[in-house]
């Protein structure tokens, strides 16, 4: 059955190639990039690659929080109802580590802004819709102050923490009543995407071990009841995640943080 999908980050690396993998499994595609011209080559691309697709573009930049709550508002102005949202946008190494909201741009883009995403589509997703949150195995203990825009972390620490932070809130977000099947992938370890390339100066594994799990996490029937789960795409198979996000009363403490940051940026 064809599926309508939101992808975030659908313009390279893990993302691009699972728009590619969807699209040719006859699923409509929602794709969304942060660059105009990127997300328009991509859109161009790949309806000339699948001519009998169903393509829409989404432009918003993450690192900017109102622009989440637009992307939000302008995807249920065109759809009543979404099978799936990916949460694969993300972001390592970066020239502007502080938004202009004041925020670490990992938290911002990696777990801030796929959580608005996720709460405000949640009416079109419903109790049988699939949240598919991309985490890593990389994840480190939270630091609330980092996560709230009060302190500065070293690249991998941020980056670390806002992946174990959005696998908290997976796990919380799944555990309330008629949440979506909300799932948490570590996608597989060093794939060869950019964020690989120039964050690591190394060549990488093939995306599509990542655009494969995040394919069927989202479309596969066997996946409609791993909700709360996380998947280690490195080991193959659910696995516990970093301990941290085991803890329910360090999980709250993780998305009451998130919400008084959302909060206080839209005061
Ligand atoms: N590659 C790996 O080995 C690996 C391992 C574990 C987890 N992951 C995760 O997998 C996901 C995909 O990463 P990737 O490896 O495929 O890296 P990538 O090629 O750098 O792709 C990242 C995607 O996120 C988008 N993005 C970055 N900053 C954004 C912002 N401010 N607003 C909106 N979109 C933004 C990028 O847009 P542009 O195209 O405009 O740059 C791109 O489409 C990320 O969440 C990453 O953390 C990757």
Not at 9 to 16: E, F, Q, R, S, W
Not at 38 to 49: G, I, S, T
Not at 136 to 149: N, R, T
Not at 154 to 175: G, P, V
């Amino acid at each position: 059955m064809q599926k309508t999908i939101l992808l975030t980050g659908a313009t390279d690396g893990i993302g691009l190639v699972t728009a590619k993998m969807l699209l040719a499994q006859g699923h409509q595609v929602l794709l969304h990039g942060r660059s105009a011209d990127k997300l328009q080559r991509v859109e161009q691309q790949l309806a000339a690659e699948f001519s009998d697709a169903t393509i829409e573009g989404f432009l918003a930049d993450l690192s900017n929080l109102q622009a989440a709550d637009e992307l939000a508002d302008a995807i249920a102005r065109k759809h009543q109802k979404i099978d799936a949202l990916i949460n694969n946008a993300g972001v390592y190494k970066t020239p502007q580590t502080v938004t202009s909201q004041g925020l670490d741009s990992r938290f911002a883009v990696n777990t801030i802004a796929p959580y608005i995403l996720t709460r405000k589509l949640l009416p079109l997703l419903g109790s049988q819709g699939r949240v598919i949150n991309v985490s890593s195995a990389a994840q480190a203990s939270v630091d609330i102050g980092a996560l709230s825009g009060d302190k500065t972390l070293a690249d991998m620490e941020a980056y670390s923490q806002s992946k174990l932070a959005i696998t908290m809130w997976s796990r919380e977000m799944a555990s309330q009543p008629d949440s979506p099947v909300v799932i948490a992938v570590n996608p597989g370890s060093l794939l060869g995407s950019k964020m690989v390339k120039e964050g690591f100066g190394m060549e990488g594994g093939d995306l599509k071990i990542g655009a494969t799990i995040l394919t069927r996490l989202a479309v596969d029937d066997e996946f409609a009841d791993a909700s709360g789960k996380y998947f280690d795409n490195d080991a193959g198979n659910f696995g516990p995640p970093h301990a941290d996000a085991l803890d329910s009363g360090k999980s709250a403490a993780v998305v009451s943080a998130i919400e008084a940051t959302i909060e206080r940026l839209r005061a």
